[in-house]
């Protein structure tokens, strides 16, 4: 469960932010496993103890957590979690130490970012070599490169994407929608795209998609028939109510780190973005690590870049990216295509037509082996 050779200073920043007496048992059926703080770093124990954190959970819901199936916000929102004392809001503070005893994933902490002296606002174009952007993509987690596809190209997408919006229905399985602030439903994605344009297959197959999606690792490749496909994000202007403007976050929030990531999505903008009408905002160098879901409470000089594109430019980020798709402060109205493409472990798991959600709901996916130790 821990991992081979734990990093003391992580366990100390740890033990540091949880305080001297902190500690969590978790109660899986008849067993116990208990963690705390000893001294500067963090201890195990596969006994009950007086801790202020109590919860229990089946054996099946202590594995998901255990082998990054399913996080603490998932299994608490499926009514899997039975707080005997304390709460989520002290089961969360371990949160992100507990991944790292877990899985190895690090904790975040925007200190030990290192830029290697890099801008991590710089944009790009595809005259850099792979090895440039793929080192910005490493290293930031996101990667913007400008006018990749040209004016013609975009406006032709656009006009797919008008006609796929005008057959688009609620309830049709092949949109998202929100209520506006006059009550009205507004179309906010469209999903599976691809399956019903072959204008928009075409950008989801084109060799600079690819190049840019492949960045990181030659094996990942894109979905058009499972994890919704490829989808075009429509930006509703206004205050609205559900799946749109979406507040921090990470791809893997809920579940799925083991077989999802490094997932790499690639947004073709389609219109250019800026505040205004409802840009990408990131955390460079946030990916591939654990944050705490209040971390804007917690941690301090943590960088931020919100993303302004212009028509034809693209963005590339990777999923498990702290990453926030805020509301218009004006018009709205951004277009993005993200083709996003996943490890070759996501396609051994989720079949067409399913997307993360169905494996938990169906237990097809089967977790690491989480002994109580």
């Known amino acids: 469960m821990v991992p081979l050779t734990p990093d003391p200073e992580i366990l100390a920043s ?14 899986v059926d008849d067993d116990a496993v208990t963690y705390s703080v000893a001294e500067e770093t963090i201890g195990v124990a ?50 992100p130490i507990l991944r790292y ?65 005008a057959r688009a229905r609620p309830g049709d399985d092949e949109s998202w929608w929100v ?11 469209l999903v599976y795209a691809t399956l019903r344009s072959p204008v928009l297959a075409a950008l989801e197959g084109d060799p600079r998609v690819r190049r840019l999606g492949t960045l990181i690792d030659p094996e990942l490749r894109a979905a058009p028939d499972r994890m919704e496909g490829s989808a075009v994000l429509l930006k509703v202007p206004g205050k609205t109510s559900g799946l749109s403007n979406i507040p921090w976050h990470q791809d893997c929030g809920m ?4 077989i999802m990531c490094p ?9 250019g973005s800026d505040a205004a009408s409802g840009n990408l905002w990131v955390v460079p160098g946030s990916h591939g690590q654990a944050i705490h879901y209040r971390w804007e409470q917690r941690l301090a000089k943590v960088p931020v870049v919100s993303v302004d594109t212009a028509p034809g430019d693209v963005t590339v980020h990777v999923q498990d990216l702290m990453h ?50």
């Open 14 to 27: 740890a033990a540091k932010q949880l305080g001297p007496t902190a500690a969590v048992t978790f109660l």
């Open 46 to 95: 596969a006994a009950p103890a007086d801790s202020p954190v109590v919860v229990r959970l089946s054996r099946q819901a202590w594995a998901d957590l255990v082998g990054q199936v399913r996080t603490a916000i998932n299994l608490l929102l499926s009514n899997e979690l039975a707080f005997e004392r304390g709460g989520f809001e002290q089961l969360a503070d371990w949160d």
């Open 101 to 165: 005893l877990h899985a190895g994933v690090p904790p975040y902490d925007p200190a030990r970012a290192d830029f290697h002296g890099r801008d991590p606002a710089a944009t790009f174009t595809l005259d850099a070599e792979d090895a440039e952007l793929a080192a910005q993509l490493q290293t930031m987690g996101f990667l913007h490169v400008a006018s990749v596809f040209s004016a013609d190209e975009m406006r032709e997408a656009n006009r797919e994407i008008d006609r796929l919006a």
């Open 179 to 189: 209520s506006a602030e006059d009550g009205a439903r507004a179309l906010c994605r």
């Open 255 to 258: 579940g799925g780190h083991a």
């Open 263 to 271: 997932a790499v999505s690639v947004g073709i903008q389609l219109t």
């Open 324 to 373: 926030a798709s805020p509301g218009p402060t004006g018009a709205g109205g951004r277009r993005t295509m993200y083709i996003t493409h996943y490890p070759p472990a996501l396609f051994d798991y989720v079949g067409p037509g399913q997307a993360f959600n169905d494996l938990v709901r169906n237990r097809v996916i089967t977790a690491p082996a989480a002994a109580v130790e």
